[in-house]
């Protein structure tokens, strides 16, 4: 915790969880998906008090404007409907209504493209802090503090020990690792949370191996 | 080196060590603790301080209606209502005040931009108070920014010994930590004695021990926003007080750990659920059922 903690965020009303988390949710999910990757659809599930007093918050707007890139303080939230019509962005809200075995503000973004769905879920922790538990079935854990690389691979050895050495070669330090695997299809997906951005023209390098299926990198969220 | 402190009277000690009004310090402290140069935090606290005077200026701009329809222009009535009359209970600055305050809080409720200071729900306090008051005496600049700095410092105390979260220790920890911040940065603007600054502050939060966290259906409007005027008025209160020699006898970081005990003995219903207080009202009820059957 810092002084613009404690005074701060400057950030689009009302609520820290509801909207500014809310927010960030959005942007950081765009994030993980690809900012510059096009997609057909975006479907939005609200969970819990985000279903329940979400539209009250502005929740709604907050999380298509984080979609959009906004950040916590830009004006353009209040008339992300508007903005997204406009740039052809297809989207859809569903309120789901309360569900236990999900966060308090928690959210599933979905985003459909050529058939193919890509989803991350999140959810909103306080003080507009986010929580990212969820990437396509994989459990993580990401609080968009630390820029990260994300790599989806075949479940066989090796994949830690070649992704590990590209990083040391480019002398970025590893914060923290996750590994998590879906034996139903023998594949895994790796988060190394680092401590700089990985340098995108490295990522042919991780590709040299024919077992990784996708590569990922996602900037950290900067306001935090 | 970073610096470290744990209450405030930790961060008294060290600040008096250092020679530097409690500003100052603070500056030093987030400057080394964040590493970036005391240049950089300053003007990252004169941005913050840019859009806590904007919102104050928006704000009064026009009416401000929220989605629910609760808030209904209440800055700019007591704006319209004291420049048609000239009528003021006690004094133009004394209404200014209360308007200033009004304008901020409504601002979040209707999803402007403001800061949160330290929350969302608690916005208005120290732009209503702290702003209104070194507009009004002509205060420098750079003094305000370290007044900023001041209040964020008092605030870290609350987060160290307790929380700043309604859902967790109320209205309390919220308008009422916003008023002991705004208290003490108000006093620095002033004094560099420490001892008036934490004296104003315990005070504001002496006066609040207790307050509850009740919105009507979750929502930072009914009665968050006429609270925070309240918490401004108390802040300056407070620090009339402390610049008038009175002293705490109790320490703030032992008031705050009463905010804290208090805060744990609240039931759920009076923590930010919407259920309790005022929330829990017939009335509030039928207004929240109102809502609800137009949102759909």
Redesign the interface.
């Known amino acids: 915790m810092g002084i613009f903690d404690i005074i701060g965020p400057v950030m689009i009303g009302p609520s820290s969880s509801h909207t500014a988390g809310a927010a960030r949710i959005g942007k950081y999910a765009r994030r993980i998906y690809g900012v510059h990757k096009p997609f057909d659809l975006v479907e939005i599930d609200l969970y819990n008090s985000f279903s329940e007093s979400g539209i009250g918050h502005g929740t709604d707007l907050a999380i298509l404007g984080g979609i959009l890139c906004f950040s916590v303080d830009d004006e353009r939230i209040l008339k992300s409907f508007e903005i997204a019509k406009e740039m052809g962005i297809n989207f859809k809200f569903n309120f789901k209504g309360i569900d236990e075995d999900v966060g308090e503000n928690a959210c599933k973004i979905t985003f459909h493209n050529n058939g193919k769905s890509f989803y991350v879920w999140g959810e909103s922790i306080g003080g507009g802090l986010i929580h990212i538990s969820n990437i396509n079935g994989y459990s993580v854990s990401l609080f968009g503090r630390h820029p990260v690389l994300i790599v989806f691979a075949k479940d066989v050895p090796g994949i830690i020990a070649h992704v590990s050495k590209i990083i040391a070669d480019a002398h970025i330090n590893i914060a923290k690792a996750e590994i998590e695997r879906d034996s139903s299809v023998s594949e895994s997906l790796s988060v190394f949370k680092l401590d700089a951005d990985f340098p995108k023209d490295k990522i042919p390098l991780i590709l040299e191996n024919k077992n990784i299926l996708e590569v990922m990198t996602v900037e950290r969220l900067e306001e935090l | 080196m970073k610096i470290k402190f744990r209450s405030f009277s930790e961060l008294k000690e060290k600040a008096m060590g250092s020679n530097l009004p409690l500003g100052k310090f ?1 500056i030093q ?2 400057a080394l ?2 590493g970036k140069d005391p240049d950089f ?1 300053i003007s ?2 004169d ?2 301080l840019t ?1 806590m005077e904007e919102s104050i200026i928006k704000g009064l701009k026009g009416r401000n209606t ?3 329809g609760f808030v209904d222009g209440w800055a700019y009535r007591v704006q319209e209502f004291s420049k048609d009359f000239n009528f003021h209970l006690l004094s133009e600055e004394f209404t200014e005040v209360i308007k200033n305050t009004l304008a901020v809080s409504e ?15 608690s ?1 208005g306090v ?1 732009p209503g108070s702290l702003l209104t008051v070194a507009k009004l005496k002509g205060v420098e600049r750079n003094k305000i920014i370290e007044a ?2 001041v ?3 008092i ?2 105390a609350f ?1 160290m010994l307790a929380s ?2 309604g ?1 967790r220790h109320g209205c309390q920890a919220e308008v009422g930590a916003a008023s002991s ?1 705004a208290a003490g940065a108000i006093v620095s603007l002033f004094s560099d004695d420490i001892d008036a600054v934490e004296s104003a502050s315990a005070f504001a939060l002496k006066n609040v021990l207790g307050l509850v966290c009740d919105p009507i ?5 009914i009665p968050c926003i006429k609270r925070n005027v309240m918490g401004a008025v108390n802040a300056i209160a407070s620090a009339q007080m402390a610049l008038s020699g009175i002293r705490t006898l109790i320490p703030l970081d032992e008031v705050i750990i009463a905010m804290k005990r208090i805060g744990e003995k609240l039931p759920e219903e009076l923590r930010e659920t ?1 259920l309790g207080g005022v929330a829990g009202t017939e009335t509030a009820k039928l207004l929240l059922k109102k ?1 609800k059957e137009k ?1 759909s």
């Open positions: 603070l402290y987030e603790n964040e935090v990252r606290m941005r913050t859009a929220s989605k629910t601002m979040n409720a209707c999803m402007g931009r403001i800061v949160a200071a330290p929350t969302a729900g916005c120290l900023l700095f209040a964020g410092g605030g870290e987060q700043l979260s859902a911040m259906g979750g929502f930072v409007e919407g809502f949102g």
